[in-house]
Every structure is written in structure tokens, then in C-alpha cells.
Nanobody, 123 residues
Framework: EVQLVESGGGLVQPGGSLRLSCAASGFTFSAYRMNWVRQAPGKGLEWVSTIISGDSATRYADSVKGRFTISRDNAKNTLYLQMNSLKPDDTAVYYC????????????????WGQGTQVTVSS
């Protein structure tokens, strides 16, 4: 059974940093691309970042480019998202998702997703 468990969320002031983790089990983690997707209060799902298996190439939404860094540790079956220079607009529940997702309209009913971790950016 695929399991994805996010952690590391919390309350942080604007300009601060957080590192999210996603512990994966039940599948060959190194063989799959992995993603971070977020959902702000009252809004739809927004793709944030993807890391490809193999060469670990990365992709980012324009809204987080230059501030967030996605990475993976295949030995630990763990996905990370380092978030710096956080803004109030980054407030959201952050999900990790396995494999291919629709970057334009992510859908939690398709594929494997974690339960999410809340990130709140506020002074």
C-alpha cells in the first residue's frame, strides 16, 4: 500500500523559512517523480514543484521559483521542500503526490497523495 506522510508545517513569520518532509512507503520511491501541491484557504489545488526520478531534474511554479527548493533522498525514501522568504500568500495545506499529475488542474482523486501539512505565514 502506498503511503505518503507529510510533516514540517507550522506557523512562521513573513520572510521566514520552513522545510517540509514527505516520508514515502509501499513503492519503489526512487523510480517515481514526486510533486508538491498546495491548497490555500478557499482556493483550488496549485502545483508547486516536481522532481524527476533518475537525474533529479526539478521544476517550479513561477510563484515559488527562486524561493523554494525541492529535493529527495532516495536512501531514506523521503521528499523535501525547503521554503525560504515565505510570504502570507504561501499559506496553504501542502501535499506531496506520487508520479505524474496534471500541473494545470491537480486532482487528489487521481493518483497517490498524502494527507497534507498546514503552513501558515503570518506576523
Amino acid at each position: 500500500e502506498v503511503q505518503l506522510v507529510e510533516s514540517g508545517g507550522g506557523l512562521v513569520q513573513p520572510g521566514g523559512s520552513l522545510r517540509l518532509s514527505c516520508a514515502a512507503s509501499g513503492f519503489t520511491f526512487s523510480a517515481y517523480r514526486m510533486n508538491w501541491v498546495r491548497q490555500a484557504p478557499g482556493k483550488g489545488l496549485e502545483w508547486v514543484s516536481t522532481i524527476i526520478s533518475g537525474d533529479s531534474a526539478t521544476r517550479y511554479a513561477d510563484s515559488v521559483k527562486g524561493r523554494f527548493t525541492i529535493s529527495r533522498d532516495n536512501a531514506k525514501n523521503t521528499l523535501y521542500l525547503q521554503m525560504n522568504s515565505l510570504k502570507p500568500d504561501d499559506t496553504a495545506v501542502y501535499y506531496c503526490a506520487k508520479g505524474y499529475i496534471d500541473y494545470i488542474a491537480p486532482n487528489r482523486a487521481i493518483g497517490s497523495w498524502g494527507q497534507g501539512t498546514q503552513v501558515t505565514v503570518s506576523s
